[in-house]
């Protein structure tokens, strides 16, 4: 067991020291962390909309970067994790020492995921410390929920993107298919498909339970709810809503849905990696 520990580490060890050399991780850093350095220079905690200020409106804000950057950042630099490797004969090189596929893919999986959370943990960190100095009204309560909705958002979406990456054979094939995935889930099913279900007269519990299967809609929808507890924001939607699973019964449904998605396409990426040709 504590061999196994010792190898699953190593593994996770030697792919965070080479997401953090590469440009994109800088890069993504610059982003997340930027955003906030610009948010709170733009004066942004000193405007209201819709009822949000201070703090809260800086969050609201952010969420709206991270459910349109965040995911695109996760599936492009994990679709390659486990493709990329096999193309460039470092999967190769990987299975001639006594390393178990599982160590390696899990690895693999636990290294992303560090490596892209931690960045954006720690601008919301520094938000924090600044909105404490500027002595801002920090809501503890909704930012503890708010670092689980984002931990089991990149959590849904790393497990998408092994998922690819353990099914396509090119990394031109994993990057397209990514960014397919994300204009689906981000324009499609919440424009396209509820405009003809409206067109068809679907009921409307119908047309709701649909668009929250999208993940970033279910993101969206409960951190919205953090701030805004009668939803207001997204108007007659939110009855049906909350009538059918209350403000509690949602917020832990928008944590359990992402991370339940996320292990199931982790585990059907581990079960096609394990049994697909490796090299």
């Known amino acids: 067991m504590k061999e196994s520990f010792n190898i699953l580490y190593a593994v996770s060890l030697a792919d965070i020291r080479e997401s953090v050399r590469a440009k994109w991780f800088f890069l993504y850093s610059l982003i997340f962390g930027g955003a906030i350095v610009l948010l709170f220079a733009l004066g942004i905690t000193e405007s209201q909309v819709l009822g949000f200020t201070g703090l809260s409106r800086l969050l609201v804000t952010y969420i709206q970067l991270c459910v349109a950057i965040l995911p695109i950042f996760i599936l492009i630099t994990t679709v390659r994790a486990v493709v990329g490797d096999r193309e460039s004969n470092v999967l190769e090189y990987f299975l001639s020492m006594p390393i178990s596929l599982g160590a390696y893919f899990w690895g693999k999986l636990l290294a992303k995921f560090l490596v892209v959370f931690l960045p954006v943990f720690l601008a919301l960190l520094g938000a924090l410390v600044w909105g404490g100095i500027q002595t801002l009204n920090i809501p503890w309560h909704s930012v503890g ?78 951190a919205i709810l953090l701030f805004d507890p009668d939803l207001s924001a997204i108007g007659p939607a939110s009855y049906v809503i909350l009538d059918a699973l209350g403000q509690n019964g949602f917020l832990a449904f928008s944590i359990l849905y992402p991370l339940g998605l996320g292990w199931i396409f982790s585990w059907l990426g581990y079960f096609i990696f394990k049994r697909g040709d490796l090299v």
């Open 145 to 222: 929920y708010y670092i689980l909705l984002l931990g089991t958002l990149t959590w849904c979406f790393l497990g998408i993107g092994m998922l690819i990456s353990s099914l396509v054979r090119k990394q031109e094939w994993a990057l397209g298919l990514a960014f397919l995935i994300w204009l689906v889930l981000l324009i499609f099913i919440d424009i396209v498909m509820i405009g003809v279900l409206l067109q068809n007269q679907f009921q409307e519990k119908i047309i709701i339970g649909i668009s929250l299967l999208n993940p970033l809609q279910t993101f969206r929808t409960g």
